[in-house]
């Protein structure tokens, strides 16, 4: 019996692709108890050659390629939840690994807690060219999400929810509330974001807990060219942009941007507190969060 399905939409990354699924079929939980779902979103390098390689070389363990052409992460996560089997689904992104028991952790989180509908696990920021010295745990939020609310399982902290490269629902979870909205998330390389949530707002206004489970570890691998200036101003502007589209969404736009102006208060306070270079870097990340917020075009 499948007990869990595993979902990861990939676009063009197929080395990165094939690396997290190394870290996948080290799973502790029995091959027969949960399945992979890998959705091709329009990737235009050689995903399924390299996929379909894979698999046969683990012919032991459900691995599944299935495509999405319409391009976006929430399509193919939304194509992800078609497409599995098990009445639960975790989603984890093409550039991570886990840890051997990530998917045992949620089947029997789900299994001991027959109310919960949404979870998500630990995120540990992995930087193989080493960890740069202006990134503070203000802007690393942007870059990578890490998170540990500690060893037990509990609630998601108030204003926090799981990261999108690590969360799993009871499949009923998306029956009541719906999917990923796909005016929303990463389409090729672009990254606006807000989709994962944009989803956990609608869950909680649904009366649903979002809950911790600290056992679903997951490593973030941010290679070097997601650390450069121009790399992070942009993903900070659409940081923004998401904010903006998300408040359009749910009519609230007056109230973004009277808090993005209160978080300029807090950001210039932090500034004062820190070493120069990070406070540069924590200023600029406030600056183009902002230009995504009010449509500042220079």
């Not at 108890?33 to 012919?59: G, I, K, L, Q, Y």
């Not at 089947?107 to 998500?120: E, I, S």
């Not at 507190?273 to 183009?288: A, G, H, Y």
Request: aromatic share 8%; with cysteine; glycine share 8%.
């Amino acid at each position: 019996m499948i007990r869990i399905s595993l979902i990861i939409p990939t676009h063009n990354r197929a080395a990165r692709l094939i690396a997290a699924l190394e870290s996948v079929v080290q799973q502790d939980l029995p091959a027969a108890e949960w399945e992979c779902v890998v959705v091709n979103n329009r990737s235009e390098d050689d995903t399924e050659r390299r996929f379909a390689a894979f698999a046969a070389a683990h012919p032991a363990h459900n691995l599944r390629l299935v495509a999405e052409p319409e391009p976006g992460v929430s399509y193919a996560r939304n194509r992800g939840v078609r497409e599995a089997a098990a009445p639960v689904l975790a989603f984890i992104d093409d550039d991570e690994r886990v840890n051997a028991g990530f998917l045992r952790a949620y089947a029997d989180f789900f299994d001991a807690h027959p109310a919960a509908m949404v979870a998500g696990g630990r995120i540990i920021a992995e930087y193989p060219a080493g960890r740069p010295a202006w990134l503070s745990k203000y802007t690393e939020m942007p870059i990578a999400n890490p998170m540990d609310f500690g060893s037990q399982v509990r609630p998601f902290p108030a204003g926090r929810v799981p990261g999108g490269g690590n969360m799993a629902f009871r499949r009923e979870a998306f029956d009541g509330c719906g999917g990923f909205d796909p005016a929303l998330g990463r389409v090729g390389r672009e990254l606006i974001g807000g989709e994962e949530n944009d989803l956990f707002e609608r869950l909680r206004v649904a009366g649903r807990t979002i809950w911790y489970v600290p056992d679903a570890v997951m490593w973030h691998i941010i290679p070097p060219e997601k650390l450069t200036e121009a790399y992070f101003r942009r993903l900070c502007r659409n940081v923004g942009v998401s904010q903006r589209l998300r408040a359009g969404i749910h009519d609230r736009m007056l109230r973004t941007k009277v808090l993005e102006v209160i978080k300029w208060g807090a950001t210039l306070l932090l500034a004062l507190t820190m070493p120069p270079r990070r406070s540069v870097w924590l200023l600029r990340m406030r600056r183009e969060i902002s230009r995504g917020i009010f449509i500042i075009k220079n």
